[in-house]
């Protein structure tokens, strides 16, 4: 038996695999089966963001679900890769990069020359945040940070952050890479499907939803055209109303001046006497006593 591990054991064409082989084929098997799962529950739980449910444009949400161009589409690995970027003293680096399809996983390895760093990594999309590495201090002069994660919700970006600011003295020096392997055509096509049923079941939730506050809407506003006919007519008839009461006031306002002015007038006519009283009052005083 042992001898038969050591030498290998017979594949279907013919050829041998070692032990440590058919261990890295199971390891890719039950990795791309979890990639696989994990994309298609993502995929069956999207739900589109308010600001793309609030668009007036159709298109936005219908693209969110249709993801890429098959017809110009690659599946070929994205790689983003730099050597020895200086981080400063009380500095960090951000380094963003863009995903638009859902499913692709994204494997990164960073390492530093002589000193440690603090690293992290942020998914930042339309409505939220999602944080896909806390950022610590990492021992990246020892041995190299990695990791792998699958990004569900798209489009994001990813922001890869170098912090080297809790550090006083000395700048660090840091290398990456960054690797997007996109999915396959065939799971593109398995997804968009997913998300399209999903969708359309947000889409109908939310317009049954807005149906609803349509129709109280609509009972509101023709409650309020009601009342407002009714005061705009009772408007009109108050502007008749003060139309008469203000010709009124103008006519008894000069009524009253003018009857001021005539008691004003007889009050001192009581008093003083009337002026041709005055130069025939001689006259007056003869014809009495005769």
């Not at 680096?93 to 760093?117: A, N």
């Not at 129709?215 to 009109?236: F, P, R």
């Not at 009857?259 to 009283?277: A, V």
């Amino acid at each position: 038996m042992a001898e038969e591990k050591k030498a290998g054991v017979e594949s279907e064409n013919g050829g041998k695999t070692t032990p440590e082989e058919e261990l890295a084929k199971r390891q890719a098997l039950l990795e791309a089966r979890a990639i696989s799962e994990a994309t298609a529950t993502a995929d069956s739980s999207y739900v589109p963001s308010p600001a793309l449910l609030a668009s007036t444009d159709p298109l936005p949400l219908l693209k969110q679900v249709d993801g890429p161009d098959l017809a110009k589409y690659s599946d070929s690995p994205n790689v983003y890769v730099a050597k020895h970027v200086p981080i400063g003293v009380r500095k960090s680096l951000d380094v963003p990069i863009y995903v638009t399809v859902g499913g692709s996983v994204v494997e990164y390895s960073v390492t530093t020359e002589k000193y440690d760093i603090s690293f992290g990594i942020v998914a930042e999309r339309d409505e939220k945040e999602t944080i896909v590495k806390a950022n610590e201090r990492e021992d990246t002069h020892l041995s190299p940070c990695t990791g792998k994660f699958l990004v569900g919700t798209v489009p994001c970006t990813l922001v890869f952050t170098f912090d080297n600011q809790y550090s006083w003295i000395t700048e660090k020096s840091a290398t990456y890479k960054i690797t997007v392997t996109p999915p396959s055509k065939e799971n593109v096509m398995a997804g968009r499907r997913r998300r399209a049923k999903a969708t359309l079941k947000s889409v109908n939730e939310d317009a049954s939803s807005a149906g609803e506050r349509l129709e109280n809407a609509n009972t509101q506003k023709s409650s309020l055209e009601s009342t407002i006919e009714k005061l705009e007519k009772e408007l009109e008839e108050s502007k008749k109303n003060l139309e008469a009461v203000t010709k009124e006031v103008d006519f008894l306002s000069v009524r009253c001046d003018l009857r001021k002015t005539q008691i004003s007038m007889l009050n001192e006519r009581l008093e003083k006497g009337w002026e041709d009283e005055t130069s025939n009052s001689g006259e007056v005083a003869e014809g009495e006593n005769a």
